[in-house]
Each structure stands twice: as C-alpha cells, then as structure tokens.
C-alpha cells in the first residue's frame, strides 16, 4: 500500500490490540480483567498456557502481517495473464543481466591482460631503445653491425608496444561499454523483477506456519486431553455455610491435609458442592486489595465438602476454589462466618499459567519452561521483525529451525506431562 515505515511500527502494535478489544468486546461476563484474558482461558476455568502461547503467535503473525502489507509498495491486481507475463519478463530481463555480467567479467580478464601486455611490451622497447643509444655511445667501438641492428630492434619493439598500447585502450573501452551494460540490463531486470512482484502479497514463511500449528495444535490436544480424562466431572459450589468448632468433630468421610496445624478459630467455614476431587486450594479475595489463602482442616473424600479454618467478620468479595475437576469462582457476600454464596463469575489469576492440572495447589516447572520459551522466541521473532519492516519486504521474516524443533519439544514434553497426569488411577 505504500504508507510509511512509521505506520507500520505503529500498525504492527495497533492491530492485534483492536482484535484483542474486538473479542474482549464480544465475551460477554466479567470484569474488563476477566473479558480481555477470555481467549486463554481452557476448559477447566484456568488461564491455559497452551492457549495463552497460541493466542500470542497468533497477535504476532497478524500484527506483522498488517505492518508489512501496509508498508509494501502499492500493490497492483491484474489478470493472471498479466501475471504470467510479468513473471516470464522478469525471468529474461535475469537472463539478460546474467549474460551481460558473463561478458563484463570477460572484458574485465581480458582488459587486465591487455594492461600488463602494455607493460611487458613498452618495457621491452625502452629497454631496446636504452641499448641503441648505449652502442651509439659507443660509436666505432660498436661491433660491426650492432648499431644498426639495435636501431632496427628498438623500433620495432616500440612499434609493437605502440600496438600494445591501442590494444589495452580499447580492452578498457570494452570493458567500460560492459560494465554499463550490465548496469543497464541489472537495472532492467530490478525493474522487471519490481514489476512481477507488485501482483504479491507478503508471504509467510512455512517455518512460522509451523511455529503457529505447533502452538494451536498444543491447545487442541490439550483441551482434547483435559476432555477425555475428565469423565464429565465439573466441580461446582452449592452453598457456603458456617459451623461451630465443637461439631466439625463429628463430620464423617473427611481427611486432613498434612501440615494442617491447630485451628485458630472457633467456627469453620464449609464449602458444599460436588466433584470436589481429594485435594487443591481455596482463595478467599477481599473487597478492598488481596486474597487469603484459607486453611483447610478437612476435605471430604467424595469430593462434596471443604472444611476451612476462617476468623470471624472479615468482607470478601469472592471465593476461588481450584480442584482436579476445573476452577470455580463464586461471588459472596457478607462477613464470615456469615457469607453469602452468589453467582458464579470467571476469574482469572497469572498462576494459573503453572498450576498442576490435577494437584492445583502446587507448580508445574513443565508449564514454567515452555512459558519461559514462549517469552524468549516472541520477543526474538518481534525485533527480527521490526528491524527488517521496509517497503521492499516480500516476506515475513522466517524463524530458525532450532526454534521450531525447541518449540515442539516444548510442546510435546508439556502435553506429555499433561497427558501422565490425567491418566485415571487403577481401582
């Protein structure tokens, strides 16, 4: 299109930004947090590192892709005739400039052969004529003869060198002639090849193609793996209600976590619900500034109750629950242990990215190393990007092999991991 290469800084960052805010627009629900981060969310309620890697390849190649189409020389449609023909005289005019440079190396050889024949030849003769006047010097004291028989050498290696000289001229006369032929046919085939070219559109490189597949068909797997193994189990909040500390005693098919420690308070709050799994953590976020992570004194092991140690009259304003069987967050309201269950609402945390999928309580250094890997080769690929964008860029910038193949492994070991994780234990 033409438009200046300052456009395109400013394209390259602005484009994906209104799609972002597009789709941010169109997820309905939420806070502003929660809609802008809707595309890398997966199936469990977790922000999905999958996703999230998918979604950014995906704001780059666009970003880019509208940057370098905007900056390009303007593009001409045409028929593909016109293409073809294009195309076939870009093609001779290459091989005009090939043959003229062919010729112009050879005029090059032969005008510095001619150069140093000039040399040997006039070489010779001053030397012929320097010995002429030397037996001239010499006078009767010559041999017989060899006055006129220097002369006679003298002036014929001089007209020899005469010849030299007019040869050399006109090699360098070639020369200078083939040169700017083959300027000329460069030139014409720059123009040729320019000519051919507006009919394209930037391309993208198969490398980058596949440096997108691998992120998005990560996301494809593993929300095919968290589907398969999840045998349809969601876990969900059904109420929230307080219990005295004297009857927590009597609760039935409860477990306690190791390191619980002693309770502190004198009524529990009780989380009621369904597939709860056996294990995970609750964050209880406040109305002002920050969350609690609440202790948790027992977990049912049919997954249907949660029995945390909470003080007495404290405001939140949602409780967030992350089990094996998906994240859940509920709105609340009121004071402990008084609080009110509302309604389900998304949340989404940056520890999410690194959560153990079936022990959510604690990190996964998988999910860490391929975010880390993720960082490194977007931002490589954006530099590579940004100081290439010019006006004659036919092409995004490929990426090296090495970081499609890291990458994938990145990929495979995290969906492996994944994978293991999910396979359901032996009865």
């Not at 997820?27 to 802008?36: L, T, V, W």
């Not at 293409?83 to 050879?106: E, G, L, P, Q, T």
């Not at 024949?117 to 010779?124: E, F």
């Amino acid at each position: 299109m033409g438009w200046p290469q300052n456009w395109g800084w400013v394209l390259f960052l602005l484009v994906p930004g209104i799609l972002w805010i597009i789709g941010a627009l169109a997820n309905r629900g939420g806070d502003i947090r929660d809609r802008i981060f809707g595309f890398a969310v997966g199936t469990d309620g977790r922000l999905s590192l999958s996703r999230l890697q998918a979604f950014l390849w995906t704001l780059v190649i666009f970003g880019s892709f509208a940057a370098a189409m905007c900056v390009h020389k303007k593009i001409s449609p045409g028929s593909p005739t016109e293409v073809n023909k294009r195309s076939d005289d870009a093609k001779a005019a290459a091989d005009r400039a090939s043959a003229a440079k062919v010729d112009y190396d050879a005029a090059i050889v032969n005008a510095k052969a001619a150069a140093a024949k000039k040399q040997s030849d006039r070489l010779a003769a001053d030397n012929a004529v320097f010995q002429a006047a030397r037996w001239q010097k010499e006078g009767s004291n010559a041999p017989p003869g060899k006055i006129d028989e220097a002369k006679s050498t003298a002036m014929t290696l001089s007209v020899q060198a005469d010849g030299s000289d007019n040869n050399a001229l006109k090699a360098e006369q070639t020369r200078d002639t083939a040169q700017k032929a083959w300027e000329q046919a460069k030139k014409d085939a720059d123009t040729a090849d320019a000519a051919a070219k507006a009919f394209d559109w930037v391309k993208i490189p198969d490398a980058l193609l596949a440096l997108a597949g691998i992120a998005v068909g990560a996301g494809v797997f593993s929300n095919l793996i968290s589907t398969v193994s999840s045998d349809d189990k969601t876990a969900k909040i059904t109420a929230v209600r307080s219990i005295p500390k004297a009857k927590a005693a009597q609760a039935a098919n409860f477990h306690a976590p190791a390191n619980t420690g002693d309770p502190h308070n004198s009524n529990y709050l009780v989380l009621d619900g369904t597939d709860f799994g056996m294990s995970g953590s609750v964050r209880l976020v406040r109305n002002q500034i920050g969350k609690d992570i609440a202790p948790i004194l027992a977990w049912a092991t049919d997954g249907t109750q949660i029995v945390l140690d909470v003080a007495d009259g404290l405001s939140y304003s949602r409780i967030v629950l992350d089990t094996p069987n998906g994240k859940v967050v509920h709105e609340v309201s009121g004071q402990t242990p008084n609080l009110v269950l509302g309604v389900a609402r998304p949340h989404y945390e940056f520890a999410d990215l690194f959560r153990d999928d079936k022990h959510p309580g604690t990190m996964d250094l998988m999910k860490f190393q391929m975010f880390g890997w993720t960082m490194i080769a977007v931002s490589i690929y954006v530099f590579l990007f940004l100081v290439s964008l010019s006006d004659t860029m036919t092409s995004l910038p490929t990426v090296d092999s090495s970081i499609v193949i890291l990458t994938g492994i990145s990929q495979a070991a995290y969906l492996t991991g994944k994978g293991v994780s999910n396979v359901p234990a032996k009865p």
